[in-house]
């Protein structure tokens, strides 16, 4: 894979919430970004997952932080007190050298974010209707967690727009599997779901999925640094291959959600078998990394 020129970390601001211990850093072009250090608590290939997934998702229109490279100091981590990971009751410092960046989804100066809308605020989200379509991502890749999202409002303005983050747990997390429970990597209140009434609902992020090619899933890969995954590049390749043949499953999964006792899609009312198939996976390109 090509190498590529990462960010430099020049400030610490604070640290996130979350299982992975991230902080929100400041970066030499500027910006800020959140950074999952390769000894968070949860498992080192969550930056290869959170690379290559959210590289993904943004291949299927979804809105999704930019990510990359960041290179974190020895002495910046040795000069910020609490650029630290807790675990065990005991505090380490975060690991020096390259760290996978997530670009925040707002300027901290100017615009709000918040972890949580309540069920009354959903009708001012401006994108609402991505969350079914993030739904044909989390079920094609596997996500194992719950579906995870923020809303963002500039201060003068009234409505929110959700960003999709966090996709650590794609893949099964350290495990590069796919367990496909049916409430796997889905939203944990149904109204985000209120727009579903057929296949339609999911597009464009569906057909783009069952269409993706094969090169187009290195290319998602590419410029990952291999130490995020051990340097593995069979396992690497056997996750892309998986990922590839899962495509023509995405309906599937879908469907098992559907039918589940949570009943997500009450307003469904395509009928069935009238909606066109996953059209059948094309002879798979060579391999280009």
Same mark, same amino acid.
Request: glycine content about 6%; aromatic content about 12%.
């Given at each position: ?135 044909? /991502?989390?079920? *094609? &890749? ?9 809303? !963002?409002? #500039?201060? =003068? ?107 997500? /899609?009450?307003? *469904? &009312? ?9 059209? !059948?996976? #094309?002879? =798979? ?5």
């Amino acid at each position: 894979m090509t190498s590529i020129t990462p960010l430099q970390a020049v400030q610490h601001i604070r640290r996130m919430r979350g299982g992975a211990q991230s902080h929100l850093m400041r970066a030499s072009d500027g910006s800020y970004y959140i950074v999952k250090f390769q000894n968070n608590p949860q498992h080192l290939r969550v930056l290869a997952n959170e690379y290559l997934a959210t590289r993904i998702g943004l291949f299927l229109g979804l809105t999704m932080p930019q990510v990359g490279v960041i290179e974190v100091s020895d002495w910046l981590i040795a000069n910020t007190p609490e650029l630290r990971i807790e675990t065990a009751g005991m505090a380490i410092p975060c690991r020096s050298g390259l760290q996978l960046a997530s670009q925040y989804v707002a300027d901290p100066e100017q615009e709000w974010v918040f972890d949580y809308l309540p069920e009354s605020m959903f009708q001012k989200v401006v994108n609402a209707e991505e969350f079914c379509r993030c739904l044909v /991502f989390d079920k *094609w &890749t596997g996500n194992a967690d719950g579906r995870q999202a923020v809303f !963002s409002r #500039p201060s =003068r303005y009234v409505g929110y727009k959700a960003h999709f983050v966090d996709q650590g747990y794609c893949f099964n997390a350290g495990n590069w599997d796919f367990p496909d429970l049916a409430l796997h990597g889905v939203f944990y209140r149904n109204y985000v779901y209120q727009h579903v009434t057929g296949w339609h609902s999911f597009e464009p992020a569906l057909s783009r999925a069952e269409q993706m090619e094969y090169g187009d899933l290195w290319r998602c890969a590419s410029q990952m640094p291999k130490d995020w995954y051990q340097g593995d590049r069979n396992a690497l390749s056997r996750l892309i291959d998986t990922l590839y043949k899962r495509r023509s499953s995405i309906r599937e999964l879908i469907t098992k959600f559907r039918e589940s006792t949570r009943n997500p /899609f009450p307003n *469904w &009312t395509e009928v069935p078998g009238i909606s066109a198939p996953a059209a !059948s996976p #094309p002879e =798979r390109a060579e391999r280009r990394a």
